[in-house]
């Protein structure tokens, strides 16, 4: 079976089994189904690394700087830019490709982009997967860059281990706006661009951010980079690490990734559920007939989601 040859390539660090099981999972449903099957044994070893923040804050070229430093100290790296604004391969992918061009030669890199485009059970779900087959393939680091902006991009980096946020100087209005909700998620600042007037400015604001934020154990830290000078890029991995090792060390580790499965497996069942009960009462229209009763005030929108389910509750 084809699948089961390309698994085993892949558990020996094959490259090209690895880029084409990401495309599987982008493209095939039921395919991605199977391989996780098979591969999910073996993962959890990678520290999974989330960057996010505003688009142009730098993500990019912070992933790339990081990428490098880490092959300096030896460690093997995937990477998964995400751009769920793009609808085709190309825009600001293209320009992350560009911006990482000398690490796609470099054995010890995989880089992946992702877009909307062809990830047919949602881009969340497809770069859970992309993850999973990178640990396989033996990164001992994965980055996922992606937009803060809206609660999908939210939850793709929040199956992360450690929660990069970048900021940069002149956010004005728009530091708010990510202040709300997603300030919280923040296991280390970055400030970016610290080479722009107001860097200084930022790094207070958030500190004054965080000191108005609910009590955590640890308290994030703060770290201002200019990451296309590739200033202060080896102390903001310094700080990723020992992110690490809080997790360890504190437990925090099993719990957050525990959550994080919960909150997979919730996600899977809600979509699995979902399409069912949609495929059933479409057969038998029962998803008109209670449709019709709404609109002519004849039933109410929560009865009838109680008669659908009632339908199909012992038979989901
Ligand atoms: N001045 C300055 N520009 C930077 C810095 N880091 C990145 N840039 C520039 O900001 C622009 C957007 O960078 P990119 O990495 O694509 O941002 P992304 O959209 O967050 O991935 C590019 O033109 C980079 O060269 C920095 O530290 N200082
Ligand atoms: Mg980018």
């Known amino acids: 079976m ?3 040859e390309y698994v085993d390539k892949l558990l020996n660090g094959d490259r090209r089994a690895c880029a084409r099981l990401i495309s599987i999972v982008e493209n095939d449903e039921e395919e991605a189904k199977n391989i996780i099957k098979e591969i999910y044994k073996y993962t959890g070893k990678a520290h999974v690394i989330g960057i996010t923040g505003p688009p142009g804050g730098g993500k990019s070229t912070l992933t790339d700087k ?17 751009d769920p604004t793009s609808p085709f391969t190309g825009g600001s992918i293209l320009g992350d490709r560009i911006r990482m061009q000398d690490l796609a030669t470099d054995p010890g890199v995989f880089i992946r982009s992702m877009g909307t485009r062809g990830c047919l059970g949602g881009l969340s779900k497809a770069t859970q997967s992309a993850v999973k087959i990178l640990d396989v393939y033996g990164a001992d680091y994965i ?61 207070a604001e958030v500190k004054a951010m ?6 955590k154990d640890r308290r994030p830290p703060i770290v201002q980079v200019v990451a296309s000078l590739n200033k202060g890029t080896s102390e903001l991995l310094d700080e990723i690490i020992n992110h690490m090792e809080y997790l360890k060390s504190s437990g925090e580790l099993k719990k957050r990734r525990e959550d994080n499965i919960k909150t997979e497996i919730i996600k899977l069942i809600e979509t699995e559920v979902m399409k069912r009960v949609l495929e059933k009462s479409q057969t038998n229209h029962a998803l008109e007939k209670v449709t019709a009763s709404v609109a002519n005030r004849k039933m109410d929108p929560f009865s009838a989601c109680e008669s659908i389910i009632k339908l199909f509750s012992d038979n989901i």
């Open 2 to 4: 084809l699948i089961l």
């Open 66 to 82: 990081l990428a490098k430093e880490l092959r300096n100290r030896g460690k093997t790296v995937g990477i998964v830019a995400i």
């Open 143 to 203: 980055i996922i860059e992606t937009v803060g902006v809206g609660q999908s991009e939210i939850d793709i980096v929040k199956t992360a281990d450690t929660i990069v946020m970048v900021m940069v100087p002149g956010l004005g209005d728009d530091i708010q706006a990510i202040k709300a909700g997603v300030m919280e998620i923040g296991d280390i600042f970055a400030i970016n661009k610290s080479d722009l007037d107001g860097a200084n400015r930022t790094a």
């Open 210 to 215: 965080l000191d108005m934020g609910p009590r």
